[in-house]
Nanobody
Framework: QVQLVESGGGLVQAGGSLRLSCVVS????????VHWYRQSPGKQREWVAT???????NYADSVKGRFTISRENAKNTAHLEMNSLKPDDTGVYYC??????WGQGTQVTVSS
């Protein structure tokens, strides 16, 4: 049974930082790209970042330069370091491994 469990969300003021984590079990984590998505109130879920199997990382334009995705294969864990947070970053953040595996999400709220 594949499980993705996110943690690290919370309430932070604009300009602050948070570090999200996603612990994966039930599959060979190091062989899979890992993605972060988010869903803001009233909006569709949107892609945030991807960490490929090796070093390649890609980011949505809206978070480029502020967010950093990383992975620790030995711990089956992915991270999303979020800096210079803005109110528009508010939403539920999901970890995803394709094609079908999603975590339950962790809430991030950025106050102005």
């Amino acid at each position: 049974q594949v499980q993705l469990v996110e943690s690290g969300g919370g309430l932070v003021q604009a300009g602050g930082s948070l570090r999200l984590s996603c612990v994966v079990s039930g599959l060979i984590f190091r062989l899979n790209p890992v993605h972060w998505y988010r869903q803001s109130p009233g909006k569709q879920r949107e892609w945030v970042a991807t960490h490929a199997v090796v070093e390649t990382k890609n980011y949505a334009d809206s978070v480029k330069g502020r967010f950093t995705i990383s992975r620790e294969n030995a711990k089956n864990t992915a991270h999303l370091e979020m800096n210079s947070l803005k109110p528009d970053d508010t939403g539920v953040y999901y970890c995803h491994i394709g094609p079908n595996y999603w975590g339950q999400g962790t809430q991030v709220t950025v106050s102005s």
